[in-house]
């Protein structure tokens, strides 16, 4: 079945600066990746996507970036701001099928 | 509309116990998908259906689980009988085919 590793698992930040998660996936097939925003005892809630015939894809503050040759994406938040605390899921799947997630990253923003 | 709706939102059960877990997806999704979440294991894609047919069940733990959606509206996840090991938030999902999965509330469950 489909892999999926994320790091780092805690990325702390000054307010204003940027952070970055990466993610790798194991399922060549797969062409659907989705990055989820879970606040604390909140549900999972899609913030960008991208799927396998995109190279970059921008809104706002956050982009997403994908290499299918290496089977890694990243995403991307600039200029970031304490509302941007929360923990980071990325996915990866098939489209409508079940989605595989990653660990999660807790992103910690520093006033 | 109202997203995808859980019920019950929290349950504490003891061990040995039937625990039964309702979920209705957005009017019109297609596809349904059961999560399970621990601090240990993250997300875990259990089960999903699509059509009302279950596709994948290879995430389901063991034959304690059992998941069923006898209509579009409806599906249930039910754990005979309940282990400690169980406690954890279960999520229901729901799409239409190739676009993003709405997540519902969840329902925390904690097996005594």
């Known amino acids: 079945g489909e892999n999926v590793e994320q790091h780092p698992s805690t990325l702390s930040v000054q307010e204003g600066d940027s952070a970055v998660i990466k993610c790798t996936y194991s399922?060549?097939?797969?062409?659907?990746f989705p990055w989820y925003k879970q606040e604390l005892g909140k549900r999972p809630q899609l913030i960008i996507d991208?799927?396998?015939?995109?190279g970059e894809k921008k809104d706002q503050r956050i982009a997403v970036t994908l290499n299918k040759t290496a089977k890694h994406f990243s995403l991307h938040i600039t200029e970031t701001q304490p509302e941007d605390s929360a923990v980071y899921f990325c996915g990866s799947g098939g489209g409508a099928d079940g989605l595989t997630f990653g660990k999660g990253t807790h992103l910690i923003i520093q006033p | 509309d109202a997203g995808v709706i859980q019920s019950p939102r929290h349950e504490v059960t003891e061990m040995g116990q039937e625990v039964t877990l309702r979920c209705k997806p957005i009017s019109g999704h297609n596809s349904l998908f059961w999560y399970r979440q621990t601090m240990m294991r993250g997300l875990e894609l259990l089960i999903y259906?699509?059509?009302?047919?279950?596709?994948?069940d290879s995430g389901m733990p063991e034959d304690r689980f059992s998941a069923k959606m006898p209509n579009a509206s409806f599906s249930t996840l039910k754990i005979q009988p309940s282990e400690p090991r169980d406690s954890a938030v279960y999520f229901c999902a729901s799409t239409r085919t190739v676009n993003e999965q709405f997540f519902g509330p969840g329902t925390r469950l904690t097996v005594l």
């Open positions: 399922d060549s097939a797969s062409n659907y």
């Open positions: 991208i799927r396998s015939n995109v």
């Open positions: 259906f699509n059509n009302n047919v279950p596709i994948d």
